[in-house]
């Protein structure tokens, strides 16, 4: 009787897995742009790289950097060169090689899909500047090092970065009120967008004239380097 039970019970198992619908689709392939990679030197491996790859790279990026930065920000530590301004330069590593690829496959070889991934990505990247540019908490933390930077065994180099750190902050709106601040991202806001469309015109550009001087102009341009170069030969031969 046991038994009789227990092979009703897996058969009913089984015809209930088997009813359950479609098998489980097969996981997405990783995305190259956040893998190690394995090449020469480290070059991008652009033969695997899709647009379709560069969003979520480009808000998996974005993300890891705000915990960085929010990490550096919130620590309860005295801040000093090593955990505050040293820490702040190497956050971001990820974004910085994501969006390089990025703007190097666009200014080499845009095409609408790209245009399309820039009017997304743009406004995340400008917000994400403002919110490190304009965090009071971050901001404290830079200004406490360079105030005691007289004091501080800093290297030409660390000198340098610490100056050109702290004046990014000012210049950037660090010192501004909150509704000062809040007018300051809506004016960044806009000249993101405005230098997307800027971007997406120069590029139509760019297409109607690559075609014009391949229907209308490389004809008469090759005819006339081929009549320079039988003149050349006739003066070479009749000399």
């Known amino acids: ?51 379709e790859h560069i969003l979520p790279a480009i808000k998996v990026a974005i993300d890891e950097q705000r915990k960085e930065v929010d990490a550096i920000a919130g620590s309860t530590e005295l801040p000093t060169f090593a955990n505050t301004v040293e820490a702040l330069e190497r956050s971001g590593k990820l974004l910085s090689r994501v969006n390089g690829v990025f703007s190097n496959v666009s200014s080499a070889n845009t ?16 917000a994400l500047r403002d919110d490190i540019q304009l ?3 971050l901001f404290q933390r830079v200004k406490a090092v360079c105030d005691s930077r007289s004091t501080l ?23 501004l009120d909150e509704a000062a601040k809040t007018r300051l991202r809506q004016i960044n806001t806009e000249l993101s967008s405005l230098g997307v469309k800027f971007a997406d015109g120069k590029a139509q550009f760019s297409l109607r004239g690559l075609n014009l001087l391949n229907q209308e102009v490389l004809q008469h341009i090759y005819g006339d380097i081929m009549r320079v170069s039988v003149l050349a030969e006739l003066r070479f031969f009749t000399r």
């Not at 995305?31 to 990679?37: A, F, G, K, M």
């Not at 660390?158 to 950037?172: A, I, M």
């Open 1 to 51: 009787m046991r038994r009789t039970t227990f092979f009703l019970i897996v058969v009913a198992l089984m015809a209930l897995t088997s009813c359950s619908g479609e098998p489980p689709a097969p996981a997405a392939p990783p995305n190259p742009l956040l893998q190690e990679w394995t090449t020469p030197f480290q070059v991008p491996p652009f033969h695997e790289i899709r647009p």
């Open 111 to 126: 095409n609408a899909e790209l245009q399309a991934v820039n009017r997304e990505t743009a406004p995340l990247l400008t």
């Open 135 to 137: 965090n009071p908490k």
């Open 153 to 175: 065994s800093l290297t030409a180099e660390q000198q340098k970065l610490l100056e050109d750190r702290y004046k990014s902050f000012v210049r950037g709106g660090a010192n």
